[in-house]
Each structure stands twice: as C-alpha cells, then as structure tokens.
C-alpha cells in the first residue's frame, strides 16, 4: 500500500527509507543559475532527521577546508534529484550533534553498519 508521501514525494519511496542517520550519503541537487540547470553533489555524513510527513527534512554535515559545513534538505523537495548511500554508519543516537565539536578525522568517524549474512 502507498502512502500518501510516497505518492507525492519526488524521491522513490525506496530511497526515501534507505538512509538512516549516521550513514554517509551523497546527495545529488538541482542548481540553477540563469537559464541553465546543472546537478551538484554534497557528500557528508547523515546528522538528524527531522519531522514527518510533507515536511520532513534530514541534515547532512561535511568538514571542507578545516571548516564544517551542514545543509538541511528537504525530501520532498524537487531539487534533490537523488540521495546515495556510501556507507552505512551505526549510530546510537537520533542525532549526532556531537560531531560539531570534533576537529579533523574524529569529525566524520561513525561505526560501520555489519551486513547480515543471507544463508
């Protein structure tokens, strides 16, 4: 059964339930600038989702040049084209604000998710 989000979102409902927090993604984005259209990549790591329904929205954090840079996307919004996982990261925690205050390679450091084993 579909659900209204499903039917209404521009993402695939298996892409929407593919990502949870702490994995890290990439997330393909609609820019445009004047008449053209062009699609840019964000990868980072997964910090927070936040609502539900229509509004629901999830934040991805990255440390560029030293500086730690956070975007909040919308799901269902038309400009993201597409949301990638890279790696799946086992968090214990709904959000991972701790990660603002880590500096350098403790800053993107998420246990990996283990497979299960299909027999």
């Not at 659900?3 to 593919?18: A, H, V």
């Not at 214990?92 to 998420?110: D, E, F, M, N």
């Amino acid at each position: 059964m579909t659900t209204w989000l499903q039917k209404t979102s521009p993402l695939r409902p298996e892409q929407l339930d593919s990502f949870n927090v702490g994995d890290t993604v990439t997330v393909h984005q609609k820019i445009k600038e004047g008449d053209k259209e062009r699609v840019q990549l964000f990868a980072g790591i997964v910090i927070a989702k936040h609502g539900g329904g229509a509004g629901q929205t999830f934040t991805v954090r990255k440390v560029s040049f030293g500086e730690g840079v956070e975007r909040v996307y919308p799901v269902n919004s038309p400009n993201v084209v597409k949301v990638e996982v890279s790696r799946r990261g086992k968090a214990r925690r709904a959000r991972l604000t701790y990660l603002r205050q880590r500096i350098g390679k403790s800053a993107t450091k998420v246990r990996e998710r283990k497979q299960a084993v299909a027999e």
